[in-house]
């Protein structure tokens, strides 16, 4: 059974830095690419950043793109999110994401990631 346990949302001051990390079991992590979406009340979810399972490509939202860093430890099985620079509009929910299959090629498109995490709460003070 695959499992993501999303840690380290918390409460920051504008321009403060947090680091979230998703912890996967169930998969072999070293094959499958990972994702970061965040949901802010009233809002669809939406896209942060992706990896792809080697870590050698990333990607990123417009929004966040020079201020936040994917990254993964394949030994440990876990994706982190570096946020630096945060705004209020940070602020929300951040999940992460695995598609179903090994090796697949996913981008910023919510439908293509399979298994969730229960999500970390971001919350950024102006």
């Known amino acids: 059974q695959v499992q993501l346990v999303e840690s380290g949302g918390g409460l920051v001051q504008a321009g403060g830095s947090l680091r979230l990390s998703c912890a996967a079991s169930?998969?072999?992590?070293?094959?499958?690419?990972m994702g970061w979406f965040r949901q802010a009340p009233g809002r669809v979810r939406e896209f942060v950043a992706t990896?792809?399972?080697?870590?050698?490509?990333?990607s990123y939202a417009d929004s966040v793109q020079g201020r936040f860093t994917i990254s993964r430890d394949n030994a440990k099985n876990t994706v982190y999110l570096q946020m630096n620079s945060l705004k209020p509009e940070d602020t929300g929910v951040y999940y992460c994401?695995?598609?179903?299959?090994?090796?697949?090629?996913?981008?910023?498109?919510?439908?293509?990631?399979?298994?969730w995490g229960q999500g970390t709460q971001v919350t950024v003070s102006s």
């Open positions: 994401a695995a598609p179903l299959f090994p090796y697949a090629v996913v981008m910023g498109d919510a439908s293509t990631y399979h298994f």
């Open positions: 169930g998969l072999t992590f070293s094959t499958y690419a």
């Open positions: 990896s792809s399972w080697s870590g050698g490509t990333t």
